[in-house]
């Protein structure tokens, strides 16, 4: 069974600055896909950016962006120039390229801009 | 632009009562997925439909059933409810064709038995 370890269950960080926020998952697939996912105070979960396992490139999306190593099984998210906006609880997820399309979350990291 | 309805938004139980969460979508998904979410954990799957007529048990079925009552509409029901039960739960649905397709997530259910 997949595991998704979110070892920060806190961080904090100054507006305008940069963050990342750790993942690390272990797995025996070579194909699968990573997600983050952001949960304001509303809790609505809003997805932030994905992942392919088989692309090498990091993917990114305006001010977030990954770095993901296969190897290592590792998946941080970056976020630049913070805002009060980006202050929200961040999961991590997993899921298999097939059959099973389980869903596989993190514990989360609460992330708190400091003005 | 509605995406995922869940209905109630707000509910308190009494231990041993029964209700049902309703959940809609109007994005042609053909999956469709409840979870829960406790403090200090992510969300854990209760129940999924991967297409219309099929349901198949996540990681934390018991005390729930669910019925895919078409293509659309995937519901999740409590027959006696528990104060374990007490938790947020979201529906969420997503294309068939390859995980790869996001997973798009209802606002929550806030749910306490007392």
């Known amino acids: 069974a997949q595991t998704v370890t979110q070892s920060q269950p806190e961080m904090s960080v100054q507006e305008a600055e940069t963050v990342t926020l750790s993942c690390t998952y272990d797995t025996s697939e070579s194909d699968y896909y990573l997600f983050w996912y952001k949960q304001p105070p509303s809790r609505q979960m809003i997805l932030v950016i994905r992942q392919e396992a088989y692309k090498q490139q990091n993917a990114t999306e305006n001010r977030f962006s990954v770095n993901f190593q296969k190897a290592a099984k590792s998946f941080s998210l970056k976020i630049s120039d913070s805002q009060l906006g980006d202050a929200a609880m961040y999961f991590c997820?997993?899921?298999?390229?097939?059959?099973?399309?389980?869903?596989?979350f993190g514990t989360g990291t609460r992330l708190t801009i400091i003005p | 632009n509605a995406g995922v309805t869940q209905t109630p938004k707000f509910q308190v139980l009494k231990t041993g009562q029964s209700m049902t969460l309703q959940c809609a979508q109007d994005?042609?998904?053909?999956?469709m997925y409840w979870y829960r979410q406790d403090p200090g954990m992510g969300l854990r799957l209760i129940y999924y439909s991967a297409s219309e007529g099929t349901t198949d048990k996540g990681e934390v079925p018991n005390g729930y059933n669910v019925s895919r009552l078409n293509k659309r509409e995937f519901s999740l029901r409590l027959e006696s409810a528990a104060p374990s039960q007490t938790s947020v739960y979201f529906c969420?649905?997503?294309?068939?064709?390859?995980?790869?397709?996001?997973?798009?997530f209802g606002e929550g259910s806030w749910l306490t038995v007392v």
């Open positions: 997820a997993y899921r298999s390229a097939g059959g099973n399309e389980k869903l596989t």
């Open positions: 969420a649905s997503s294309r068939w064709g390859g995980n790869y397709n996001p997973i798009y």
């Open positions: 994005m042609n998904h053909n999956s």
